[in-house]
């Protein structure tokens, strides 16, 4: 243990184990790997698998609310950095009743039909592995950062 954190995999896991993967491990910057990360602003899940690891209620708008402010801060952060990181955040489809977005865009009507910035995730996946011309999209989510 260092610095009172567990040490796995030769690096400190901190606060988001994703995060820490991607910007400690050495096989990480090297540029042949190319990072793809999709997100929805509200996920369905993923709050409630967090607030069930921390041992928290996830109920509240507020925690939704906490841990989309936090995976904004996490992928700014990786945006940042060196990787070959591009992303992929979009608010579609949000249910103001449950204050949440859908978890995957890969199935469904969400693949062809959920943009961000004038692409689709259908068209955004195309350009990064077809087309090898990845773009991040829906930068304008990091601004409620501020």
């Known amino acids: ?7 796995f995999l030769k ?3 901190g ?10 491990r050495s096989d990480s910057i090297n540029a042949r790997i190319k990072h793809l990360h999709c997100n929805t602003l509200y996920d369905l899940i993923l709050p409630k698998f967090s607030a069930a690891l921390n041992h928290q209620s ?5 925690y939704i609310d906490e841990w989309s402010k936090d995976m904004l ?3 700014k952060k990786l945006d940042d950095s060196d990787l070959d990181y591009h992303y992929f955040i ?5 249910d103001a009743k449950k204050h949440a977005t859908p978890h995957t865009l890969v199935l469904g009507a969400g693949f062809t ?13 195309k350009k990064a592995v077809i087309e090898d011309k990845p773009v991040s999209v829906g930068r304008r989510f990091f601004d409620t950062l501020k």
């Open 73 to 75: 801060v996490s992928m």
């Open 11 to 13: 690096f400190i896991i």
């Open 113 to 125: 039909t959920c943009g961000s910035d004038q692409l689709t995730f259908a068209q955004w996946l």
């Open 1 to 7: 243990m260092e610095s009172g954190k567990p040490v």
């Open 90 to 94: 979009s608010d579609c489809q949000y």
């Open 15 to 24: 606060n988001d184990a994703f995060e820490s993967a991607l910007l400690n």
């Open 58 to 62: 996830s109920k509240t708008n507020a």
